[in-house]
Structures are given as C-alpha cells and as structure tokens.
C-alpha cells in the first residue's frame, strides 16, 4: 500500500511558476513505481500531464504541457516532483499525484494509487 500527498499548490498570476511536490509513504520505496501528475478541472475529467519511470529515464507530457512542465523524482527523498512555468488560466485544476506498480510508463488514468490532489489557480 502506497499513500501519496501533494503539496504546492496556491494562487498565482499568468506566467508565473509553481512546484506541486508528491510524497509516498507506507511500507515501499517510490523506487518500485511509475508515478504520473494528471489534472481535473471543474466539469472535465481527469487529464493526464506527465509521467516518469521508476529511474527517471523515460518522461512523457501531454501535448499542452511540453516546454512549460518538468516532472522529476528523488527517490531517496521518495517524492516526485512538477515544476510549472509559464503557467496559463487554463492550467487551473486540481492537480494528483499517482504512482503505477508495472513498469511501463502511461498516460492514461491507470495508476493504482492517487493522492487527494492540490488545487491550482491561475489568474489572468
């Protein structure tokens, strides 16, 4: 079992920048999972925004995200970690943290752990 909480989240201006920060805990190391940051925003579904491998070889992004995201991990610290620039009104969401027990990194929804998610405002 896995406990993921996200933290970071706030109100910021358009352009600005945000770290949203994940920690796992329970009896694991991060090391055994592909963790992933998706977003839901008021009325839409779940969206994925990005994810890393277990040793941070492979990243993937969602399209509206590439060259303003990073994801990384520290899995000493057994947290991961989403740095957000340039951010834009439309990136306001609440925004989780999952991990995945199989290897292989996806972009969709099928994580077998999520946090409960930090809000994100952009304003204009």
């Known amino acids: 079992q896995v406990q993921l909480v996200e933290s970071g989240g706030g109100l910021v201006q358009a352009g600005g920048s945000l770290r949203l920060s994940c920690a796992a805990s329970?009896?694991?190391?991060?090391?055994?999972?592909?963790m992933g940051w998706f977003r839901q925003a008021p009325g839409k579904e779940r969206e994925f925004v990005a994810a890393?491998?277990?040793?941070?070889?492979?990243?993937r992004y969602a399209d509206f995200v590439k060259g303003r995201f990073t994801i990384s991990r520290d899995n000493t610290k057994n947290s991961v970690y989403l740095q957000m620039n340039s951010l834009k009104p439309e990136d306001t969401a609440v925004y989780y943290c999952?991990?995945?027990?199989?290897?292989?990194?996806?972009?969709?929804?099928?994580?077998?752990?999520w946090g409960q998610g930090t809000q994100v405002t952009v304003s204009s």
């Open positions: 329970g009896r694991t190391f991060i090391n055994n999972y592909v």
């Open positions: 999952a991990a995945r027990e199989t290897a292989m990194v996806v972009t969709t929804t099928n994580y077998d752990y």
């Open positions: 890393i491998s277990r040793s941070a070889g492979v990243t």
